[in-house]
């Protein structure tokens, strides 16, 4: 196809994706952490680095941070950014890299610890009100790893009494997503380990809490659409966590494992009113362990508009009116048709007509800006997964 309608192109001129801070410092898996020429040394090279994917795409208008990682002068920051042409969004919280928490932090059987946990996140509230975001996400890298070893029931009681004190505290313009992880760290059982979990301890909080799914976070063969769809027909979901996976929690570039997934889920997002919500963020949560950082998360950005372009393709009435009619070839026909239309070229042309470049990945390339990082960055230490 050569031209996109004038609906789908006002829909992806609205578009907007949050990068995550940590994506443009090094990371690795446990074996080793590989270290990449320009690597950001603060948070401020982070953000200036996510600017250069606003910059290419128009479609990445905000950034995550991670607390304590990015910690710094937020005032300074936030005039950083803008002057960036970007802004600041979404806080997240750890509870994952302190000794005090190896037995878990807001379900901790210790008072004392439960509450440096709780503290943390009014931290990160007040993090919120100098930078201006809007939402505090939390994953909990809370369980156990033997049968036995924890009273279940008992830690998702005192969850839920830490959420409570944390929604508390949240501003009346604040919201607080809460994500599920089927396993990892812990490996028998996690204390938030899937959406109905997350769902059950949001929903007692009240209208400001969230769920957020993180799209690597399933078992292998889930419908994770469906979850989509239940979530956006509860007014539960808050904001995914965007990347693909081939075996766990791969955090490798979103649409890269498995497009058709990325296509399902953004039908559904379109389906359910998720898409352009403001009630639904749009978040990248990935590493780039061996590729360029820049690029990687331009590349990500561009497959998340491109399988919304197809999503957008869907022929609506003729889809409801074989699925009415229990025509089953046809539905699945006329799903199809849209996932296998090539968009590529419409989209680099509607690009160029708005005076992006046609092919960010390629204008990327041209500047000269990784060189320049290269160079510019030596000396300091360069931040990771971590620091
Ligand atoms: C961890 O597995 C989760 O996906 C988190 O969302 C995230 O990767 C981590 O908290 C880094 O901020
Ligand atoms: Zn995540
Ligand atoms: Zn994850």
């Given at each position: 196809m050569t031209e996109l309608s004038p609906d789908i192109r006002a829909e992806l001129e609205r578009q907007a994706i949050e990068l995550?801070?940590?994506?443009?410092?090094?990371s690795g898996t446990r074996f080793r952490v590989f270290g990449t020429p320009g690597t950001p040394r603060d948070p401020f090279e982070k953000i200036a680095d996510a600017a250069q994917v606003h910059r290419y795409t128009a479609l990445a208008p905000t950034v995550a941070l991670h607390i304590p990682w990015d910690m710094c002068d937020f005032d300074d920051l936030r005039k950083h950014a803008e002057d960036h042409d970007v802004a600041l969004g979404t806080i997240n919280s750890n509870t994952f890299q302190d000794e005090d928490y190896k037995f878990g932090a807001l379900t901790h059987e210790d008072d004392a610890i439960r509450q440096k946990a709780i503290d943390h996140h009014f931290a990160c509230i007040d993090v919120m009100h100098a930078t201006g975001s809007r939402d505090l996400k939390i994953w909990l890298a809370e369980g156990s790893n033997y049968p036995g070893q924890n009273d279940m029931r008992a830690r998702q009681d005192r969850l839920q009494d830490s959420l409570q004190q944390i929604?508390?505290?949240?501003?009346d313009d604040q919201r607080l997503v809460l994500e599920y992880k089927?396993?990892?760290p812990a490996f028998y059982h996690t204390d938030v380990p899937d959406w109905g979990t997350s769902y059950a301890q949001v929903a007692s909080l009240g209208d400001k809490a969230m769920v957020c799914l993180d799209t690597g976070h399933h078992a292998p063969g889930t419908n994770i659409e469906f979850i989509v769809m239940q979530l956006l027909r509860l007014g539960k979901l808050g904001s995914f966590d965007f990347n693909s996976r081939f075996y766990a929690d791969d955090d490798l570039i979103v649409g890269a494992a498995d497009p058709f997934q990325l296509f399902r889920i953004?039908?559904?997002v379109v389906r359910g009113g998720g898409l352009n919500n403001p009630d639904v963020a749009f978040m990248l949560d990935q590493c780039h362990n061996i590729e360029d950082k820049i690029p990687g998360q331009i590349r990500s950005v561009l497959n998340v508009q491109e399988m919304t372009a197809r999503a957008l393709l869907v022929d609506r009435d003729a889809l409801a009116a074989a699925q009415t009619a229990n025509d089953v070839l046809t539905a699945n026909a006329v799903f199809m048709d849209a996932f296998y239309t090539?968009?590529?070229?419409?989209?680099?042309a509607w690009r160029e007509s708005r005076g992006l470049p046609s092919d960010p990945m390629a204008a990327y390339a041209a500047s000269g800006y990784q060189q320049r990082i290269a160079a510019d960055r030596v000396g300091g230490v360069q931040a990771g997964w971590g620091a």
């Open positions: 995550p801070s940590w994506a443009f410092g090094n929604y508390a505290r949240l501003g089927f396993f990892e953004l039908f559904e090539d968009v590529r070229p419409a989209l680099a």
